[in-house]
């Protein structure tokens, strides 16, 4: 590896950490704003937050806009992934939130990826392996944990509904990627014009919910906008850039995992959740079984 290379990989790691430390600080963000707003207000002005960032990044950008990107085979693509992604997944994510604890929704979210190797065998005609079956089985008793607090006996659930809700967002998210990878548009045009859909959608729920464009508290604002920058924006295009300067797209791309056990830091330290032994067994299986399945479980037929 040259010194050029070495550069850039050095870059890679600091864009890639940047990228994983503002998404760890994502769960309290929408716990602490949960306490100002509700799911749906939040959900309006983090997603008109995100999309009016994008719009000036890719103004101030090189490429900037061009005709091309209002084709109408880019145009149906977005309205359908925005639709999925923000609007409803963000629409039930947030709920999911504001009836479990930040420690429990953040965890039980992460099982997105489990989806995505679920999704990848059926749309992407990948077969998995018996270790992919047993990495999937470690990540679902992680889940289980989690959900039960540790007491398979009673089987009981801070929330079934809030559960369920943060299961289906995870579904969606995933589904929402695979349609994504299949997507070849430029990465920041495409979640810009998801996210304008996606808005389009959240005007729509707001006038028929509300009747009216509702204007938050100050507390409100602040952490709606946090989340639309840190959550839905400006973290992907720092993790863009980690990406492309990386020579290897695994090198940066397994440090994703730290940003759940960094998100526990966060709770326990900004929201004031007591965190739970049975929540970082859970996720310990979790993450265990996606590492398993990232590097044994699956392959291409």
């Known amino acids: 590896m040259n010194k050029r290379n070495i550069t850039n990989q050095n870059k890679a790691y600091f864009f890639?950490?940047?990228?994983?430390?503002?998404?760890?600080?994502?769960?309290?963000?929408?716990?602490?704003?949960?306490?100002?707003?509700?799911?749906?207000?939040?959900?309006?002005?983090?997603?008109?937050?995100?999309?009016?960032?994008?719009?000036?990044?890719?103004?101030?950008?090189?490429?900037?806009?061009?005709?091309?990107?209002?084709?109408?085979?880019?145009?149906?693509?977005?309205?359908?992934?925005?639709?999925?992604?923000?609007?409803?997944?963000?629409?039930?994510?947030?709920?999911?939130?504001?009836?479990?604890?930040a420690q429990e929704a953040g965890v039980i979210?992460?099982?997105w990826i489990i989806f995505l190797v679920l999704f990848s065998i059926i749309f992407l005609k990948?077969?998995?392996?018996?270790?992919?079956?047993?990495?999937?089985?470690?990540?679902?008793?992680?889940?289980?944990?989690?959900?039960?607090?540790?007491?398979?006996?009673?089987?009981?659930?801070?929330?079934?509904?809030?559960?369920?809700?943060?299961?289906?967002?995870?579904?969606?998210?995933?589904?929402?990627?695979?349609l994504n990878m299949k997507d070849k548009r430029d990465d920041v045009k495409k979640i810009w014009m998801n996210l304008g859909f996606g808005l389009l959608y959240i005007i729509a729920y707001q006038m028929v919910v509300y009747k009216e464009i509702v204007i938050?508290?100050?507390?409100?604002?602040?952490?709606?906008?946090?989340?639309?920058?840190?959550?839905?924006?400006i973290t992907f295009v720092i993790w863009l850039k980690a990406l492309q300067h990386s020579e290897d797209t695994a090198k940066v791309g397994n440090l994703i995992f730290l940003s759940p056990f960094l998100a526990l830091f966060w709770i326990n330290r900004a929201v004031g959740e007591t965190i739970r032994l049975s929540t970082i067994a859970g996720l310990v299986l979790i993450v265990a079984g996606i590492i398993l399945q990232k590097f044994y479980g699956a392959k291409k037929v």
Request: hydrophobic residues 55%; charged residues 10%; proline residues 2%.
């Open 109 to 111: 979210n992460y099982i």
């Open 126 to 178: 990948q077969k998995i392996k018996p270790m992919g079956l047993a990495a999937l089985l470690i990540s679902f008793a992680g889940t289980l944990i989690v959900i039960t607090r540790g007491d398979f006996s009673k089987m009981r659930f801070s929330s079934l509904s809030g559960v369920l809700l943060i299961i289906t967002a995870a579904a969606l998210f995933a589904f929402y990627w695979i």
């Open 216 to 233: 938050p508290s100050l507390n409100g604002l602040v952490g709606s906008i946090y989340i639309g920058l840190f959550e839905i924006s």
């Open 16 to 101: 890639a950490l940047v990228a994983v430390l503002f998404w760890s600080t994502v769960s309290s963000a929408f716990k602490i704003t949960l306490r100002y707003l509700s799911f749906d207000i939040i959900l309006f002005w983090s997603v008109f937050t995100g999309t009016f960032f994008l719009t000036v990044v890719i103004a101030l950008s090189k490429a900037g806009f061009n005709q091309n990107d209002f084709g109408k085979k880019s145009l149906l693509s977005s309205a359908i992934m925005g639709f999925i992604n923000p609007f409803l997944y963000y629409l039930l994510l947030l709920k999911g939130y504001d009836l479990l604890d």
